[in-house]
Nanobody, 115 residues
Framework: QVQLVESGGGLVQAGGSLRLSCAAS????????MNWYRQAPGKQREMVAH???????DYADSVKGRFTISRDNAKNMVFLQMNSLKIEDTAVYYC?????????WGQGTQVTVSS
């Protein structure tokens, strides 16, 4: 059974930092590209950060220079370090694993940035 479990969300003041973690089980983790998405109330889900099997990364323009995605294949985990958080970063953040036709999602973790 595939499981992606996010953790690390919470309430933080603008300018602060959070580190999200996603623990994967039931998949051959190292062959998957891993992604972080987010969805704010009333908005569409958007990709925030992407990391390939080979650890190449890409980011949404809105988070470039502030967020860093990384992975630990030995621990089947992916991380999202979020610095200089802004109020507009408030959203539910989802971990996603993709490989060919396989597409798996976590349940999400809430990140709330206050002024």
């Amino acid at each position: 059974q595939v499981q992606l479990v996010e953790s690390g969300g919470g309430l933080v003041q603008a300018g602060g930092s959070l580190r999200l973690s996603c623990a994967a089980s039931g998949i051959f983790f190292s062959i998957y590209a891993m992604n972080w998405y987010r969805q704010a109330p009333g908005k569409q889900r958007e990709m925030v950060a992407h990391i390939t099997r080979g650890s190449s990364t890409d980011y949404a323009d809105s988070v470039k220079g502030r967020f860093t995605i990384s992975r630990d294949n030995a621990k089947n985990m992916v991380f999202l370090q979020m610095n200089s958080l802004k109020i507009e970063d408030t959203a539910v953040y989802y971990c996603n694993a993709k490989a060919w036709t396989h597409d798996h999602w976590g349940q999400g973790t809430q990140v709330t940035v206050s002024s």
